[in-house]
């Protein structure tokens, strides 16, 4: 049995978006969760330590890439409080 919105009426969505989690991301996206640059992601793409995919005209990187490439940066050094 349905709702009127096609579900079973025991499915809870309010968690869906904890449930869904994007694969790959757009370009305005990357910067958002990163907090690198739109000129800096198009360095990376020209570098080749990031692959751009092109679904239609949008250009999406893989979430998974863009991960790994923040966990392999160096860690920085210590900074003093002032």
Avoid at 9 to 35: C, H, Y
Avoid at 63 to 71: C, I, R
């Amino acid at each position: 049995m349905t709702n009127s919105q096609g579900y079973a009426p025991d499915v809870e969505l309010s968690g869906w978006n904890d449930f869904m989690q994007k694969v790959a991301v757009t370009i305005p996206e990357a910067t958002a969760m990163s907090g690198l640059g739109r000129t800096f992601l198009y360095k990376l793409f020209n570098e080749g330590k990031l692959t751009p995919r092109k679904a239609g005209k949008r250009t999406l990187i893989l979430v998974s890439e863009l991960e790994a490439y923040l966990n392999n940066l160096p860690k920085g050094g210590a900074f003093n409080a002032a």
